[in-house]
């Protein structure tokens, strides 16, 4: 372990950036550690920083963003002439 290497998520060698645009932390990570002689717990810290900044993740859908209230009631709807349909083909088909 080398104390005297200090860095910052800027400043990573281009194989662990490229590992962490490919979406490989663990091998970024011990690639980190191969380098510079840093420890498993820094250089973990160093590629989780990095890659919130490398990749970034897609913002989250929401469920109630394409919410119609005309679907709901369609279904609803549809349910409901499933249910009678099918208590007339079991009550009164004979």
Same mark, same amino acid.
């Given at each position: 372990?080398?104390?005297e290497?200090v860095?910052?998520?800027?400043?990573?060698?281009?194989?662990?950036?490229?590992?962490?645009?490919?979406?490989? /932390?663990v091998v970024?990570?011990?690639?980190?550690?191969?380098?510079?002689?840093?420890?498993?717990?820094n *250089?973990?810290? +160093? &590629?989780d920083?990095a890659?919130?900044?490398?990749?970034?993740?897609?913002?989250r859908?929401?469920f109630? /963003?394409d919410?119609?209230?005309?679907?709901?009631r369609?279904i609803?709807m549809?349910?409901?002439?499933? *249910?009678?349909? +099918? &208590?007339?083909?079991?009550y009164?088909?004979d």
């Amino acid at each position: 372990m080398n104390p005297e290497v200090v860095l910052t998520e800027d400043e990573l060698p281009a194989e662990v950036v490229t590992a962490i645009k490919q979406g490989r /932390k663990v091998v970024a990570i011990n690639l980190l550690m191969e380098t510079t002689g840093i420890g498993m717990a820094n *250089a973990k810290v +160093l &590629v989780d920083r990095a890659s919130v900044r490398l990749n970034p993740k897609p913002p989250r859908q929401t469920f109630m /963003k394409d919410y119609n209230p005309m679907n709901r009631r369609l279904i609803s709807m549809a349910l409901t002439l499933f *249910a009678v349909f +099918l &208590v007339y083909t079991f009550y009164f088909n004979d």
